[in-house]
Structures are given as structure tokens and as C-alpha cells.
């Protein structure tokens, strides 16, 4: 089975760590493309999130980025856009990576959009409760 055919999974459930290694570099390649398109895009969120938006790094903050497994290397991955989902329904498509792109970006706007629906929803609730006793 090829890495595009998805992750192989062992009888215990775990991957089989050569085939998830295939598909991690496949997925990589692509994000890494993509990355290099918005380079200066992706370096200032990542720097805007290790910063906290305050113009300096950490070391603490720094340090928990580039800890594989940390809740902020994930967030910094993601920020760099090199952030790696492995996951077998996206690799049965077969998409080209310029499929891909497009792929992620309108999944990208859809998210977007049902947040301002929902940002819409808490301000009309806030607005309509008014000055309704919290309990």
C-alpha cells in the first residue's frame, strides 16, 4: 500500500510507523509549498504568537514551541502553516496540491464565516439579555 492510500494500521490499532512516515513527508512536502507562498505571512503570526503580540520573545514560550507534543508547537506549526494532519479521508481524494490549496482555502473561509456567524449569535444574546440577573 502506498502513502496515498492512507495510514496502515496495525492489529492493536497503532500505525505502522513506516507508512506514517511516508504520509507525514507527502503531507509536509505540500504544506511546505504552501508555506513558502505566504513566508513573510506565516513568520509574522508565528512571531505574533510567541510574542504574545508584545514585540518580544520568551524563552519560555520559545522553548515550549519547539517541544514536538506541546500544546504550543502545535499552535506555532499551525501558525507557520507546516502544521501536519494526518488524516486517511483527505489522502483518498487524491488531490493535486493545487486541489489541495484550494481545498484548504475554502475550508479555510467556511471556518471564518461561521465564526463571524457565531461572534453575530453571542451579540445578539448579549443584547437581548440585557439586564437579566446572572445566576
Known amino acids: 500500500m502506498g502513502a496515498s492510500q492512507g495510514v496502515e494500521f496495525g492489529d492493536d490499532g497503532i ?67 507546516l502544521a501536519v494532519i494526518l488524516d486517511e479521508r483527505l489522502d483518498q481524494q487524491h488531490l493535486t496540491e493545487e486541489e489541495a490549496d484550494a481545498k484548504v482555502d475554502a475550508m479555510t473561509a467556511e471556518l471564518r464565516e461561521m465564526n463571524a456567524e457565531m461572534d453575530a449569535m453571542e451579540a445578539k444574546m448579549t443584547a437581548e439579555m440585557g439586564d437579566c440577573p446572572q445566576q
Not at 35 to 57: P, T, V
Request: charged share 35%; aromatic share 8%; proline share 4%.
Open 15 to 81: 500505525p505502522k510507523p513506516k507508512k506514517l512516515w511516508e504520509e507525514f513527508k507527502t503531507k509536509y512536502s505540500r504544506l511546505k509549498g504552501w508555506h513558502l507562498k505566504n513566508i513573510d505571512q506565516h513568520h509574522k503570526a508565528a512571531f505574533q504568537l510567541l510574542s504574545r503580540n508584545e514585540g518580544r520573545i520568551q524563552e519560555a514560550d520559545l522553548i515550549e514551541a519547539l517541544l514536538p507534543g506541546h500544546k504550543k508547537n502545535q499552535e506555532f506549526m499551525e501558525a507557520l502553516g
